[in-house]
């Protein structure tokens, strides 16, 4: 596997400002690099970028100097009462940096509702060329490969829609390995590795911890979504 096939993710190098984490990635080896630049909470960390020329010319330099390239941004949450226009300038970043995936979360527990609005944000998505890799998290309204893969099916199956595989959610989630071969490959666009002990036994509360907090060698893996095809094939 190439080094130049990986990209390292957000919280690896989650103090680094984006023109930071780019020379970051490019000094350990890595192809590309994800940035937060959306909180995944209110008032929680994130990459500051959006509304900043300045720091996204900077950020586009570094890219250039490097070959470093932009690969996914974080992160939209969609819950009751979501509107994807709030995400605008996060997709004018990502199309400006050449990024090609924003993780997506769901929230909502009216499945219904949820399947809506995520086919409401692959709609608002696509001009800007990304896709939504709906992230299954055992916490959250879509806790397993499952429950994704419904999802998708009742939204009605965008162009750029993506299911998000996360090495620590599938080993803490009721997920299994038929599961997994049974997305789509071509909604596989890159699957996330993570360093962290496997079980469903786990509270919320542990879940978060070690998934913001504790989880190690955190990188989102392009050379896996290889991987993924041939196994599928």
């Given at each position: 596997m190439s080094a130049r096939a990986c990209s390292m993710a957000y919280l690896t190098g989650h103090r680094?400002?984006?023109?930071?984490?780019?020379r970051v990635a490019a000094a350990t080896g890595?192809?590309?690099?994800?940035?937060r630049l959306?909180?995944?909470a209110p008032g929680a960390q994130q990459q500051h970028l959006l509304g900043d020329a300045a720091l996204l010319r900077e950020t586009l330099v570094a890219c250039r100097d490097t070959g470093v390239g932009v690969f996914d941004l974080e992160i939209v949450r969609i819950g009751e009462g979501f509107?994807?226009?709030?995400?605008?300038?996060?997709?004018?970043a990502g199309a400006a940096l050449g990024a090609r995936a924003v993780l997506v979360a769901g929230d909502d527990t009216d499945l219904s509702r949820l399947a809506v609005n995520y086919?409401?944000?692959?709609?608002?998505?696509?001009?800007?060329?990304?896709?939504?890799?709906l992230e299954f998290m055992p916490w959250t309204a879509v806790p397993d490969a499952a429950s994704a893969l419904r999802l998708?099916?009742?939204?009605?199956h965008p162009s750029n829609a993506g299911i998000l595989v996360d090495a620590l959610h599938f080993g803490r989630s009721h997920t299994t390995l038929d599961d997994i071969r049974a997305i789509p490959c071509r909604l596989l666009h890159y699957a996330q590795i993570y360093d962290g002990e496997?079980?469903?036994?786990?509270?919320?509360?542990?879940?978060?911890?070690?998934?913001?907090?504790q989880a190690r060698a955190t990188s989102t893996c392009a050379a896996c979504?290889?991987?993924?095809?041939?196994?599928?094939r």
């Open positions: 680094c400002s984006p023109p930071e984490a780019v890595y192809g590309f690099v994800g940035l959306w909180p995944n509107d994807p226009r709030l995400y605008l300038p996060l997709f004018e086919a409401r944000l692959c709609e608002q998505m696509a001009p800007f060329g990304l896709t939504a890799d998708v099916a009742a939204a009605g496997a079980g469903t036994h786990f509270s919320t509360e542990q879940l978060l911890h070690t998934a913001r907090c979504l290889l991987r993924c095809r041939q196994t599928c």
